[in-house]
């Protein structure tokens, strides 16, 4: 053991991890004073800017265009829809992470982070190993995020993850996604979207399970009308190559033949080669990092935030985590971080966005509800000829009149949700709502002129 005093570390904080949650915690920790440095042995910036969120939401506004051609007829524009070229996409779509990677570098750098290269490895409470060198510090950061696993089937090994999936050297055609969750949404509708043929199965009755079932039941119908082939009760036995193509054989007996099989069945915590067996960390029953309210693990000098800990694997929370993180440690400011009424979105067509309870939880939790509901097509699916509809749904404490969940599936249904979960979080009643003036005419005008409950 090389545990050495106080004054002797090399660091006040080692972040294993340059993802979201640790450059966050990195880089306001040095610039709260404190002597930091950080070990990254992939990409800066973690899986949201190279492998995430930020590539996703790209090739969404890229698929988008697929039906924004064929919207613009109705419209009067008369040219036919171009043609979609892959490599164009995926090339463009690398010089602006590598942009990307240049500004998580400066942020870093410019409040004093060093940046250490290479795999951290946790020898002793207070020591990493980056690749054979080694560093002391007085606290710990481990921040090293998820990683997509696989299932366990004949020939699992054949199909991709969402790591790979931004980078493939070939257009895929014909397409098959494992998954009924946020990734295996989001791409269906990309790759549908950019026109390939899209089979996604889900192994249960009803995919984007932990939503609300309205809206669940509701994308579902949106999905399968923008062509994708949505399959419920239907998962995959086993994947072989034949020459450039997949046969994937399904739990039905039947079989497809497709060009990629893309799987997004969850992720899982980023632990190997850690070196906790080092510590006294120890994990939840699911392998997630246990840690307090404090983020600090059962090892008192090692501190863990962001997906590798239970919870939403969602960047801002791993951000504003970090942020607490650091004005807690470094600061002399006791931070917390509010984990009820986070807000979300699923980038799938049409978007999904969600703040609050769902109406299952919100009548264990609170009892009696007034549910509003609206459906309804977009203004400008009037003339583009479109088959798409939106839905809205407000759930309602009947006796305090609080709105505790509001959902919505439909255009920009992220970014309307992210303005209506502050008033959702301040306490907003039906009768704030009620109160408050549309804006004419839009879709977020909806959630403030539902007057009638209809459950
Ligand atoms: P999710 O947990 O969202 O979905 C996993 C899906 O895979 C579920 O439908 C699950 O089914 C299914 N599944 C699990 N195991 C198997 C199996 N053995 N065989 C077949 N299907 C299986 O995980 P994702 O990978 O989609 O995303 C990981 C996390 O990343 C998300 O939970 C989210 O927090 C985050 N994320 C956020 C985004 C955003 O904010 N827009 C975008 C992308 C990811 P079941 O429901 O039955 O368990």
Known sequence: MTTAAKNDFDYDLFVIGAGSGGVRAARMSASLGARVAVAEDLYLGGTCVNVGCVPKKLYVYASEFGKGFKDARGFGWQSERPAFDWPTLRDNKVTEISRLNAIYDNLLTSPGVKIVRGRGTVIDPHTVDVDGKRFTAEKILLATGTWPYKPEFPGADLSITSNEVFDLEQFPERMLIIGGGYIATEFAG???????????????????????????????????????????????????????????????????????????????????????????????????????????????????????????????????????????????????????????????QPNIGTVGYTETEARDKFGELDIYKSEFKPMKHTLSGRDERSMMKLIVEKASDRVVGLHMVGPDAGEIVQGMAIAIKMGATKADFDSTIGIHPTAAEEFVTMRTPVG
């Open 190 to 348: 990309i790759f549908n979207g950019l026109g390939a043929e899209v089979i996604q199965l889900y192994r249960s009755a009803l995919f984007m399970r932990g939503f609300d079932d309205d809206v669940r039941e509701f994308t579902a119908s949106e999905v399968r009308k923008t062509g994708v082939d949505l399959r419920f009760n239907t998962n995959v036995t086993a994947i072989e190559k034949t020459g450039d193509k997949y046969t994937v054989t399904l739990t039905d007996g039947s079989s497809e033949v497709v060009d990629t099989v893309l799987c997004a069945v969850g992720r899982r915590p980023n632990i190997d080669g850690l070196g906790l067996e080092n510590t006294a960390v120890t994990l939840k029953d699911n392998g997630f990092i246990k840690v307090d309210g404090d983020f600090q693990t059962d090892e008192p000098s090692i501190y863990a935030l962001g997906d590798i800990t239970d919870g939403p694997q969602l960047t801002p929370l791993a951000l504003a985590e970090g942020m607490a993180f650091s004005y807690n440690q470094f600061g002399g400011e006791a931070r917390s971080v509010g984990y009820e009424y986070i807000p979300t979105a699923v980038f799938c």
